[in-house]
T-cell receptor, first 112, second 111 residues
């Protein structure tokens, strides 16, 4: 079972920031927080990951709370093409690939 | 260049048949995976494989078997297909410990 809890759906206006929350209250010290998204009918796409510190790349920012029990994925300027299901996953470092457990995710609707 | 490719994109077949789905990655990754996404859209891992270890999700029927001719390929063989096998199957690869890159998926329909 997934170790994360996400809202089932969210709306966002085009051009505005999309803030997607994720709760992972049982996260262990060696587990990373990963975010993927799946645009309709396509394979999942990696977005970003982090352990303790906040992270930013060309796609998004990841804010992890100090106690690491929750995180927020931020898409700074959402576009219509960002409409997708977003998955928050916690998994161990190292040989943790098999433990990439996808939950139900958050369906983000970006509206014009 | 496609990083992770799968063939075929669509596969329609009769119950009881045996079929294969091919997957190739050109990223030089050491680990490959197969996932199943059912009609309810839940994505479930089936296998993880590198040259050292095959990890099998215990819920996967033994009619499903991964075959790796080399490091860049992990094919999925399915024997005696059943209606419940209808789903989208995704292949993925990673350098162990890093993020996974997914293929475009193969939609399998069993009639």
């Amino acid at each position: 079972d997934a170790k994360t809890t996400q809202p089932p759906s969210m709306d966002c206006a085009e051009g505005r920031a999309a803030n997607l929350p994720c709760n992972h209250s049982t996260i262990s010290g060696n587990e990373y927080v990963y975010w993927y998204r799946q645009i309709h009918s396509q394979g999942p796409q990696y977005i970003i990951h982090g352990l303790k510190n906040n992270e930013t790349n060309e796609m998004a920012s990841l804010i992890i709370t100090e106690d690491r029990k929750s995180s927020t994925l931020i898409l700074p300027h959402a576009t219509l093409r960002d409409t997708a299901v977003y998955y928050c996953i916690v998994r161990p470092a190292g040989t943790g690939g098999f433990k990439t457990i996808f939950g139900a995710g958050t369906r983000l609707f970006v509206k014009a | 260049d496609t990083a992770v490719s799968q063939t075929p994109k669509y596969l329609v077949t009769q119950m009881g048949n045996d079929k294969s789905i091919k997957c190739e990655q050109n990223l030089g990754h050491d680990t490959m995976y197969w996932y199943k996404q059912d009609s309810k859209k839940f994505l479930k891992i089936m296998f993880s494989y590198n040259n050292k270890e095959l990890i099998i999700n215990e819920t996967v029927p033994n009619r499903f078997s991964p075959k790796s001719p080399d490091k860049a390929h992990l094919n999925l063989h399915i024997n005696s297909l059943e209606l419940g096998d209808s789903a989208v199957y995704f292949c993925a690869s990673s350098q162990e410990g890093s993020e996974q890159f997914f293929g475009p998926g193969t939609r399998l329909t069993v009639l």
